[in-house]
């Protein structure tokens, strides 16, 4: 009997745990188990990881093999187990040394030639090895960068089962170009960031002003007017104005899009907040997440630390709608699926625009009735309408309205300093607590040692009284205040910025 141990990583979300891959080589039939509930795609790599070590010219063992993966009562997914599965075959047919694999993690998929293929995942995998103590990994290549975010990792990116078996072995690396690492492929990061202008949108002075506001504390933002009035481009100029993300945020965001697959080429770390835009017919599980066995992230954990845009917001099912008001309070999505419960990130600046009618016509053109406009923006509930911090009417602007507001027209570079600055004095001011923005402040604080200026209390009761605001909307009106007092250069809120904050909630030009 010969057995050899290897390592990998399995995840639950974004978060992953070491599965220890044992290979037992005894008398008998030849066969290979796999034991350690192995999904479907594990349950293939028998016949991929066979394929892959014949056409590396190495012999499969004539044997009866039993491959098993601990922790036995936890689900594995995904065909990022083949690597390992087959060091620890080879091991244990002592075609490699056990020694060389010891303390190392292991993660990819084999092609049927040897090709060692990229996986999703692997920055989580890999930060997960790292918590775990381990200080190598062996990956695909086209994920070398990827891996190599983690510090302090040695990685080892080979093309092929070749290649790392020649490594393993101490041998020189064969004349294989897989085994090379693939240049990265040019991604202008910059460039995208800035395509999309602020000083493009004219005769939207209030609308622009509400968009740097939600930018500097992060606030969530309902723009409500007809079609052509620069809703979409609106939204679409706010990621331009956040400012790049820290390292920390950076590999959370990356992380997520790692799980999802949908890193770009060339951009192994995300650096630039994300900006999502699902369609209107997306599913509940495109919005929040979802899928068989474990579920995979969605449109909002892909905005996390971004911009989640949601147009003809109306047009959504109700129920993908109301999804989101737990990420929007919590900051995380829960989903429980028959593998288990994961947890994504999911903090994100969600933006809503809508059109006034069915028709989306001016009024003096609409031919819907009183009762089609109540009905679609009803669409609308009101418990995540109560979750939006500013609501601006957005109209069509008149020629004379674009013309007297071009000399008001700032660009994205010189909103986006305004928002830099509003944020670095958040910082010193909030230094020592455990948010950042005027948005995450708690209500409790809101109310004690962050509270506006005397008075405040007497000013929102009323609007209390008679309904306009709910304890939730004084709480979000607080907030756009310490926002507005920011972006003056002011270190806490007057009565002035908690009359504006109101205003602005309620959709009334403040």
């Known amino acids: 009997m010969a057995l050899a141990t290897t390592l990998s990583v399995a995840l639950v979300g974004v978060d992953g745990y070491l599965v220890e891959v044992e290979a037992d080589l005894a008398a008998g039939l030849p066969a290979m188990t796999l034991v350690g509930l192995p999904d479907a795609a594990l349950h293939e790599a028998r016949d991929r990881i066979r394929a892959a070590v014949v056409n590396s010219g190495e012999s499969w063992p004539s044997r009866r093999i039993t491959v098993g993966l601990s922790p036995a009562s936890r689900p594995k997914r995904g065909s990022g187990f083949d690597l390992a599965i087959a060091a620890a075959v080879l091991s244990a047919a002592g075609v490699m040394p056990s020694a060389a694999l010891a303390g190392t993690v292991l993660l990819g998929e084999l092609g049927l030639d040897g090709r060692i293929r990229p996986v999703?995942?692997?920055l989580p995998g890999v930060l997960a090895a790292a918590a775990a103590g381990i200080e190598r990994v062996i990956v695909p290549a086209a994920n070398a960068r990827e891996a190599a975010l983690v510090p302090g990792m040695s990685v080892s990116a080979p093309g092929t089962l070749r290649a790392l078996l020649a490594q393993l072995r101490g041998e020189p690396a064969p004349d294989d170009p897989l085994s090379?690492?693939?240049?990265?492929?040019?991604?202008?990061?910059?460039g995208e960031a800035t395509k999309h202008d602020l000083a493009d949108v004219r005769g939207q002075t209030e609308a622009r002003w509400a968009v740097e506001i939600a930018a500097a504390g992060g606030h969530h933002l309902y723009l409500h007017g007809p079609p052509g009035a620069g809703k979409t481009?609106?939204?679409?100029?706010?990621?331009?104005l956040l400012p790049a993300l820290d390292p920390g945020p950076?590999?959370?965001?990356?992380?997520i899009h790692s799980v999802a697959g949908a890193l770009r080429a060339g951009e192994p770390?995300?650096?630039?907040?994300p900006f999502a835009a699902p369609h209107h017919t997306a599913t509940v599980a495109a919005l929040v997440g979802g899928g068989s066995g474990l579920a995979r992230p969605g449109a909002a954990s892909l905005a996390h630390r971004g911009v989640l845009f949601l147009d003809e917001a109306p047009e959504f099912a109700g129920g993908c709608l109301d999804a989101l008001r737990q990420p929007l309070e919590s900051g995380e999505i829960e989903l429980a699926r028959s593998g288990g419960t994961v947890r994504y990130p999911a903090r994100f600046t969600l933006v809503l625009a809508a059109n006034p009618c069915p028709c989306g016509r001016p009024d003096a053109g609409c031919t819907c009735s009183p009762m089609a406009r109540r009905r679609y923006v009803g669409r609308l509930s009101g418990p995540l309408l109560d979750r939006i911090d500013l609501t601006v009417q957005v109209g069509i602007p008149s020629r004379t309205e674009l013309l007297a507001d071009a000399p008001f027209v700032e660009s994205s570079v010189v909103v986006a300093g305004r928002v830099a600055a509003a944020r670095v004095r958040a910082a010193e001011i909030f230094?020592?607590?455990?948010?950042?923005?005027?948005?995450?402040?708690?209500?409790?604080e809101l109310r004690g040692r962050f509270a506006p200026a005397p008075g405040f209390s007497a000013m929102l009761e009323?609007?209390?009284?008679?309904?306009?605001?709910?304890?939730?909307?004084?709480?979000?009106a607080l907030r756009v205040s310490w926002t507005l007092a920011l972006l003056a250069g002011h270190?806490?809120?007057?009565?002035?910025?908690?009359r504006q904050a109101v205003g602005l909630r309620m959709g009334i030009a403040a």
């Not at 950076?250 to 992380?255: G, Q």
């Not at 770390?269 to 907040?273: D, G, K, Q, Y």
């Not at 230094?431 to 409790?444: D, F, H, M, V, Y």
């Open 120 to 122: 999703p995942g692997v």
């Open 180 to 190: 090379e690492l693939p240049p990265a492929a040019p991604h202008d990061v910059d």
């Open 233 to 240: 481009m609106l939204a679409e100029r706010l990621p331009g």
């Open 250 to 255: 950076a590999l959370e965001v990356t992380a």
């Open 269 to 273: 770390l995300v650096t630039r907040p």
């Open 431 to 444: 230094a020592g607590e455990r948010w950042r923005l005027p948005s995450e402040i708690p209500g409790r």
């Open 462 to 476: 009323e609007s209390l009284r008679n309904g306009t605001l709910s304890v939730r909307g004084i709480d979000r």
């Open 491 to 498: 270190r806490r809120p007057s009565l002035d910025h908690v």
